[in-house]
């Protein structure tokens, strides 16, 4: 298993300030450096190497942070209460032991700089996280405290990897962790029962995902089949109205283009395409009118009187056309029921 290490740590170089605070401190000495921590309960030494190359991760770790919600600051003695300061950045300072290593941007609190100022505290601790070789690969929302106890090589505090694999470890830049290999460790070998179990699972599983396909296909067929039955539906009663309307006079059978435009009505709107076939004008009265002069609502004017018995003979020739098979006594019938203003002209 890969292990880590969540450390805090102080050192005795002093924190100087000179009228004003600083700007930046010096978050980690460089060189190797021995410190004293804990491992499955049991004290241990670990090496911790600081380098230029550590800079990098650092400042991934406080991007994950960031996104995360959090800004990374800095307490006092490692209480995780009051922030003395907000760590902006890190950058690498060179290899003195007083002016280089690591060093990290701080805008410091009110309480921080008065701190400072005032002389409470003089020294800084820093918290970091390392892999079971002691390599840094980032910190955490709280980098470190303003403290008074000097010592570098002196461990104030150690966790578990166990206490911050799903907290502080997520704070960590992905590209930053070892992977197993690295770690040396192996995976734990299935005994023959484990694998039979694990097979029996998978084809379970494998079963249940055919058969969800299986009923996922049949809904979609169901679907399919339940919009082509609307659809027909919807064509038959936008014919029906058609019928209605050429039967009814209003719409003249030959006229493809009125017919396509009132079925594009109707597929839009069927209410809106019956209100406005019933606010049309009878063609029937209108021809009426031309043929016998008769004063209808569609023909508030007199004109010439033509021979009523013309329009009697196409109303009968139009129902013959369309019903073939009819008698001509059925057809008059049909066609004075029809056009009944025809037939008492």
């Not at 390599?135 to 955490?140: E, L, N, R, S, W």
């Not at 930053?176 to 995976?187: I, R, Y």
């Amino acid at each position: 298993m890969i292990t880590f290490a969540k450390i805090n740590a102080s050192y005795g170089n002093e924190i100087h300030v000179e009228g004003s605070v600083p700007a930046d401190i010096q978050w980690m000495p460089s060189g190797e450096h021995t410190i004293n921590a804990s491992k499955d309960g049991k004290p241990t030494k670990l090496k911790v190497t600081v380098t230029e190359d550590i800079i990098g991760s650092l400042n991934k770790s406080l991007e994950e942070i960031k996104a995360q919600g959090f800004d990374t600051y800095i307490d006092f003695n490692h209480s995780d209460e009051n922030a003395s300061g907000w760590v902006q950045g890190f950058f690498w300072g060179g290899d003195d032991p007083e002016t280089g290593g690591i060093r990290a941007k701080v805008k410091w609190s009110a309480e921080g700089a008065e701190a400072l100022k005032g002389g409470s505290y003089k020294r800084f601790s820093p918290t970091f996280l390392t892999d079971a070789k002691g390599k840094v690969i980032g910190t955490t929302p709280n980098a470190g405290g303003l403290v008074n106890r000097p010592a570098f090589r002196e461990i104030a505090a150690v966790m578990a990897a166990k206490d911050i694999s799903t907290t502080d470890l997520r704070f960590v830049s992905a590209s930053q962790l070892p992977t197993e290999s690295n770690a040396k460790t192996k995976e734990p070998k299935m005994s023959e029962d484990e694998k039979k179990k694990m097979d029996k699972l998978e084809a379970e599983n494998k079963e249940l995902r055919e058969a969800m396909d299986k009923l996922k296909a049949k809904y979609k067929a169901t679907e399919d089949e339940s919009e082509k039955m609307k659809k027909e539906a919807k064509d038959r009663s936008i014919n029906d109205l058609v019928d209605a309307a050429v039967t009814s006079g209003k719409l003249n059978a030959k006229d493809e283009k009125a017919i396509e435009s009132l079925k594009a009505i109707a597929a839009s709107d069927m209410e809106n395409a019956k209100t406005f076939i019933e606010s049309m004008p009878s063609q029937v009265n209108a021809k009426v009118a031309e043929l016998t002069g008769r004063i209808t609502p569609n023909n508030p004017d007199q004109i010439t009187a033509k021979n009523p018995k013309d329009l009697m003979f196409a109303a009968v020739s139009e129902i013959r056309a369309k019903n073939p098979a009819l008698s001509g006594e059925d057809a008059f019938r049909l066609a004075r029921e029809s056009q009944p203003d025809v037939f008492k002209a």
